[in-house]
Nanobody, 120 residues
Framework: QVQLVESGGGLVQAGGSLRLSCVVSGRTPSSSVIGWLRQAPGKEREFVAAISWSGGSTYYEDSVKGRFTISQDNAKDTVYLQIDNLKPEDTAVYYC?????????????WGKGTLVTVSS
């Protein structure tokens, strides 16, 4: 069982940057993919980005390409989501998740989420 703990959310002005962290613990198969999804108020949860735990492959939702960067530090068992040029529409709870990628990110484990609020 994989455990995921997010941090780094907060209140940020539009145009600013934020880095979210996800500490991964427990049994994490090398084939795992760790990713981020977000859920804005009144909307469905949506995929944002993911990275293969073994390294080398990244996946992004088209609308965030160029502003969001996913990375990992295996020595710290941490996956990061760097968000630049934040927009009010980025306001959401951001969830870290673990699973695998087959046509789309298939989630098997969830973190509890971290809230990002972007003010205009």
């Amino acid at each position: 069982q994989v455990q995921l703990v997010e941090s780094g959310g907060g209140l940020v002005q539009a145009g600013g940057s934020l880095r979210l962290s996800c500490v991964v613990s427990g049994r994490t198969p090398s084939s795992s993919v760790i990713g981020w999804l977000r859920q804005a108020p009144g909307k469905e949860r949506e995929f944002v980005a993911a990275i293969s735990w073994s390294g080398g492959s990244t996946y992004y939702e088209d609308s965030v390409k160029g502003r969001f960067t996913i990375s990992q530090d295996n020595a710290k068992d941490t996956v990061y989501l760097q968000i630049d040029n934040l927009k009010p529409e980025d306001t959401a709870v951001y969830y870290c998740a673990a699973g695998y990628y087959y046509h789309a990110f298939q989630v098997e484990s969830w973190g509890k989420g971290t809230l990002v609020t972007v003010s205009s």
